[in-house]
């Protein structure tokens, strides 16, 4: 079954740093465009970043400046790196990305789990 795995949430203290990874597993799939969002308790879910299969990259005013979202294609893996860390970066953090198997010129949508952020004052 294909997923979307992300990993690298845990808890910090303010200011410091984390780096989420999104991986595709369970089949033979590139990873397209793929954006981080996040949702804190009691608020939407809101766009954190996304990255362009072209490398063209956009970020929410609650990321410009501290976060950064990348992509290593041989591995099929999107990373986003957080820096200056809040409290109010507290949140579970998903990811969405577009799939596509090898051989097709199809692009299946899917999101991850989640994975939590936890930013101590």
């Known amino acids: 079954q294909v997923q979307l795995v992300e990993s690298g949430g845990g808890l910090v203290q303010a200011g410091g740093s984390l780096r989420l990874s999104c991986a595709a597993s369970?089949?033979?799939?590139?990873?397209?465009?793929t954006a981080w969002h996040r949702q804190a308790p009691g608020k939407q879910r809101e766009l954190v970043a996304i990255?362009?299969?072209?490398?063209?990259?956009n970020y929410g005013n609650s990321a410009k400046g501290r976060f950064t979202i990348s992509r290593d294609n041989s591995k099929n893996t999107v990373y986003l790196q957080m820096n200056s860390l809040k409290p109010e970066d507290t949140a579970v953090y998903y990811c969405?990305?577009?799939?596509?198997?090898?051989?097709?010129?199809?692009?299946?949508?899917?999101w991850g789990q989640g994975t939590q952020v936890t930013v101590s004052s």
């Open positions: 369970g089949g033979d799939f590139s990873i397209g465009s």
């Open positions: 990255i362009h299969i072209s490398g063209s990259t």
């Open positions: 969405n990305a577009d799939l596509r198997r090898l051989g097709s010129n199809l692009d299946l949508n899917y």
